[in-house]
């Protein structure tokens, strides 16, 4: 039931009818018996300040924000987090009823949850990660690892200009690689994350020597649709453990929900049964 009460979140994306997220935080909203309701907004590709404006002071608690929104949320943020700072992206906006609005981003830590849940012997501290990709994903994943205490972070990617920048601003535990030349990287690291949009679009997928990695080498796939991507599955035909999209984005959407509604979500909700009900799977 909706009151004169309820608190309105929601996730700021263009395309934004796919998204899972309304799924996700109404089946917690549900459960918890919170007063609150979380929907969708698609504003215009240049329309995402206009709004962002117009939610300042709290007319929404809060925004989840997706593609390609994350770097305008940081920009319209009075105070961001280091997670968001170092990602140069948000995922996560705050309005405070005292007119400011606070940027977050939840994607790291949703990335290193899954991987506590779905690879729990892997180790962040104990060697390199590759990240795969240059972009905004892999800009914010890279960022996580290195502040969780990843010794070394290879960017490798196939416009390498990309890698460069990205690893320049991430800091001399960052090292830009091409995708021509990933061997190396792939032979030493600890975990391959595909944060590249190979994969998402049919027939476009990505060509890494995974066979090159170390048996116990975790291999994650930052796309969910398909749940099992052509990478991962590749990966599980050679026996290594994986991790999948899917377990990222609900993990990052945990203290998201929190920072909005003021609860963490509640235990018995099944929503990854409920996301891939969604998803056909
Ligand atoms: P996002 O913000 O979601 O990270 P993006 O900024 O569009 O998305 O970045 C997409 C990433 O996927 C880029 O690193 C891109 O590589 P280039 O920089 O060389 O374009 C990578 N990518 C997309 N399709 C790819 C493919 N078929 N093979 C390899 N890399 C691909």
């Not at 991987?115 to 962040?124: E, H, M, N, T």
């Not at 590759?130 to 690892?145: D, I, M, Q, S, Y």
């Not at 949009?197 to 969910?224: F, N």
Request: net charge neutral; aromatic share 6%.
């Amino acid at each position: 039931m909706i009151t004169g009460k309820t608190i309105v979140a929601g996730i700021v994306g263009r395309p934004v009818a796919h998204s899972l997220s309304p799924l996700i935080h109404n089946a917690w909203l549900a459960a918890a018996g919170i007063d609150g309701v979380y929907v969708p907004f698609a504003p215009d590709a240049h329309g995402f300040d206009r709004l962002a404006k117009g939610f300042r002071g709290g007319a929404v608690r809060g925004v989840n924000v997706t593609v390609p929104f994350k770097e305008d949320a940081l920009a319209a943020a009075d105070r961001a987090s280091e997670a968001a700072r170092l990602a140069g992206a948000a995922n996560v906006l705050l309005f405070e009823p005292a007119g400011r609005t606070v940027a977050d981003n939840t994607d790291g830590l949703g990335l290193l949850r899954a991987f506590a849940i779905q690879a729990p012997q892997w180790d962040v501290r104990t060697g390199p990660v590759t990240v795969l990709g240059a972009g905004g994903a892999a800009r914010g994943a890279a960022a996580a690892l290195i502040l969780a205490g990843a010794p070394k972070v290879f960017i490798v990617n196939r416009t390498i200009a990309k890698a460069e920048a990205v690893a320049a601003a991430l800091g001399p535990k960052a090292t830009a690689l091409p995708l021509s030349h990933a061997v190396g990287a792939l032979s030493v690291s600890t975990a391959v994350i595909n944060a590249t949009s190979a994969g998402l679009s049919d027939g476009e997928s990505l060509d890494v020597a995974l066979e090159r990695t170390q048996d116990t080498a975790v291999v994650m796939d930052m796309v969910y649709k398909p749940l099992e991507t052509p990478f991962l599955r590749h990966a599980r035909d050679l026996g290594r453990p994986t991790v999948d999209g899917l377990e990222m984005l609900i993990r990052q959407a945990e203290p998201a929900f929190e920072a909005f509604f003021g609860a963490p979500p509640p235990p018995d909700v099944d929503v990854r049964a409920l996301a891939l009900g969604a998803l056909g799977q």
